[in-house]
């Protein structure tokens, strides 16, 4: 004999329930009383909501797990796109370090002395982390009082563009 999958009020139809009760009468040679098939009714209807409220609840649970998918993959995107941007500043910011390394080198070269400026100088991010200040405030107050005066002309090629 073949074995038979999962049985249950929604795998089997009403009309072989109906069969089987008529073929049990016409084995037993009685008719099938009506308090059994009342009491074969309730279970069938039991076993119907059953099935189908287990069936709901893997739906809800296929729901959550597909929205709760989304939102990894939602959150593992902005994650790549702000460590992008972090490698693109920092790389930004080693690249204008440079720059101003060489300036500075170039000017001292040309003066042939150190700037004496009563100007504080701008923090560098290496020099904030490492004294645990905020250099957000420090550098962009330095750097707005440290900007020279605009002068007639267009700006030297030097001019970092931001």
Known sequence: MAALGPVNAATVPRKVIRESLADL?????????????????ELYRAASDASSSQHHAMEVLEEQLADADRRSRRSNIQGDVLGDALLERTNRIHDLEVRFSQLESDWKGQSGAAPTSSLAPIPTPRSCLRNGTSCSNRSRASVKSSKPRARNGPPPKHAASF
């Open 25 to 41: 009468g016409e084995h037993r040679g009685t008719a099938v009383t009506p308090e059994a098939v009342e009491l074969v009714r």
